[in-house]
């Protein structure tokens, strides 16, 4: 078996400050902590470091690094070592601050600085808001007030936030607005989770590091693009915030926009934050705004009904808590997009995504142009392969290409076959939450896997019709589908109308 070439050495981050805004929530216990345990585990923590987690209420430091370990605990993706977790938690100061309390904010600038003379961190700061979205413009608006988030003295300081970033194209654009009269776009990292997922990441590498795909890669010899991300997981306990999110939103701008404006996008020049991000926004400014009539034409929603995954019965999305009854919020969508440009005219886009459902898959699934047929006439045309070439994120990872061969013996017989990559094959890495090359690269100032403000408005622009559309319709067609199936049936017509079929999920 091929090994793989030992990978360069990865970068050592300049000294600095990590602050956690929200850190006694879900998201700095569940990934940021481990992730930034990982980093510490594998050395790619700045020598000089120092983690302050903001909280609304005065908390001891002893308290917030028992709650910390806690959660480091149980999510941890390795074996916890005691003396690394000890010197990574040592390194955490507790500071309260409330952006409706600004004087709190003259005051933590003042300690912020304090604690770092102590530390030498250099004034460098990444401010990182792990907070809920509408958190975001008060928190950046104090830390802009008090100057906190000014370079001076070539320090750096870096903003990151993580989605949603807004709910729709007004609100987006609103929020980009705001941040961007405080700090300039570059300071801002806007982190999809999706973009830390290797396989994702991949795709780029499979596109562009290799000659034979891209010459195909075009109109001329690809018949459609399926992107799915189906889930097995039911809402569960986020019913308040899901109610008011749905599917489309929840996923589709931001992940399925990831996957689509990866495999779609133009080759970048180089491979930097500028060029790629340019043409991941190109692309995505290039799918076809629909009419609300041609969205609702071009599109599926479901609710799911009572069912059972797994053989767990799972409930009515309706009887969630704080789901609202008689809810009309979509927990499975599936759209048609087009992409108006040389490279896609004519190739439709199929996404789908679903909550409950009874496989859980996330792919990307390229189907190439049927071969002429005639020399094979005599082979019954069903047995013959489709020419799929399918990007696999979850649950396998890897790349799978499906084509067809000559069954031995005497007779021309033609069956269909697929050659499989898989990661976990070649690959020996650790478990790893997928924040770790993310928050490593909010330290090394590496924006390439980060959203820019104008690809966050093109991707809500692109689904903007179908929101709209949508609230218009309300009840009406909106399809159920019961927990654990595949999603409502008439997500086929929408490729069955123009001669396709989605992929078969195992
Ligand atoms: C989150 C969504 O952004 O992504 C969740 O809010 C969803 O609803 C999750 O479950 C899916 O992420 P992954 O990595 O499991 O595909």
Redesign the pocket.
Known sequence: MPMPSDQPVQKKPEPCSFVIFGATGDLAHRLVIPALYNLAATGLLPDKFCVVGITRKTMSNETLRDSLMKGLLEFATRPVDDATAQRLLNCVTCIAADPGEPASFDRLKIQLDDLESIRQTGGNRLFYLATPPDAFAPIARELGRTGMLSQQGGAWRRLVIE?PFGTDLASAHALNGELLKIVDEHQIYRID??LG?ETVQNILVLRFANGMFEPIWNRNHIDHVQIT?D?K?DVGH?GGF?DSTGALR??VP??LFQLLSLVAMEPPIRFDAHSVRAEKADVLAAIQTQSESEALRNSVRGQYQAGKIDNVEIGDYRSTGEVRPGSTTETYAALKLTIDNWRWAGVPFYLRTG?ALGVKR?EVAIKFKQAPFAMFSCTPVETLAQNYLVISV?PTEGIALQFNTKVPGPAIRIDGVEMKFRYKDYFKAEPST?YETLLHDCMIGDNILFQRADSVEAGWKAVQPFLDAWKKAGANGLLSYTAGSEGPAEANTLLTRDGRSWRKLD
């Open positions: 989605k989770h999706y997922k991300v889930e997981l986020r899901y929840d996923m931001n992940h909550k996330t979850a997928g």
